[in-house]
């Protein structure tokens, strides 16, 4: 066995009512049912000749759970196809660029350009999503996450309803615990009992957030996994 352990951490930048904590703040994260046709986009200065973007970095699974990473040469806004059809991508961001070192705007990773696998949002080099599916060969336990929340446009107190949720292959969600964030308190919590909260090859995770007062509010999540790979 060695050991596997990943921090994951996304932002929803503008909370109304009910989504998935990352960047795009759309509502519910798309988990695929199938891994298809996959392509990047980004704009029209991402080229390897220019001062954008170069290339950018796909983390993610194949159908069977197999860990893939493949590296893209963007062509601006002509949409590239990826070698592998990905089934999940769990995170993306830039491996090269220009002068501006970073990404001035959106860039997008599709299933047949329909439906945001992972988007690495303007000057952030890498995607923002508290979204994460298991590999297959897999096992573990989330020890940690937190979450805070603030309204940066008016002093009115914002107060979220977060809860930390799980997904087995051909289940539904389930909620493993639930909290408070807003501009008052923070959350911070990690789990004394490994084990508290196993999870298994597949498993879809994510942090689901509700607006609970008011809404236009941003939130920031994350988790930690600490977990084995079997490799006998």
């Known amino acids: 066995m060695s050991n596997f352990f990943v921090n994951k951490f996304g932002r929803a930048g503008d909370v109304d009512a009910v989504l998935d904590v990352y960047d795009v703040s759309t509502g519910s994260y798309e988990f695929p049912t199938v891994a298809t046709s996959t392509q990047v986009v980004g704009l029209a200065n991402d080229i390897p000749s220019s001062d954008g973007v170069h290339s950018v970095q796909i983390e993610g699974l194949l159908a069977n759970g197999t860990e893939v990473t493949e590296v893209a040469t963007l062509n601006g806004t002509t949409p590239v196809v990826m070698t592998n059809s990905f089934y999940r991508v769990n995170r993306m961001f830039v491996k090269a660029s220009g002068a501006t070192n970073i990404n001035s705007g959106q860039i997008r990773c599709t299933h047949s350009g329909s439906g945001t696998l992972a988007m690495i949002s303007p000057?952030?080099?890498?995607?923002?999503?508290?979204?994460?599916?298991?590999?297959?060969?897999?096992?573990?336990?989330?020890?940690?996450?937190?979450?805070?929340?603030?309204?940066?446009?008016?002093?009115?107190?914002?107060?979220?309803?977060?809860?930390?949720?799980?997904?087995?292959?051909?289940?539904?969600?389930?909620?493993?615990?639930?909290?408070?964030?807003?501009?008052?308190?923070?959350?911070?919590?990690?789990?004394?009992?490994?084990?508290?909260?196993a999870i298994e090859p597949l498993m879809d995770i994510r942090v689901r957030v509700t607006a609970v007062n008011t809404n236009n509010g941003t939130v920031s999540a994350g988790f930690e996994i600490d977990g084995f790979r079997d490799i006998r």
């Not at 930390?164 to 964030?181: F, H, I, N, P, Y």
Request: some cysteine; overall charge positive; glycine content about 8%.
């Open 123 to 197: 000057l952030e080099g890498q995607t923002l999503q508290a979204c994460y599916t298991l590999p297959a060969g897999i096992r573990g336990s989330i020890v940690s996450w937190r979450a805070d929340a603030a309204r940066e446009a008016t002093q009115v107190a914002f107060q979220t309803s977060l809860r930390l949720q799980t997904r087995k292959v051909g289940e539904t969600w389930r909620t493993r615990d639930s909290a408070l964030a807003g501009n008052t308190n923070s959350l911070d919590r990690k789990f004394s009992t490994k084990g508290a909260i």
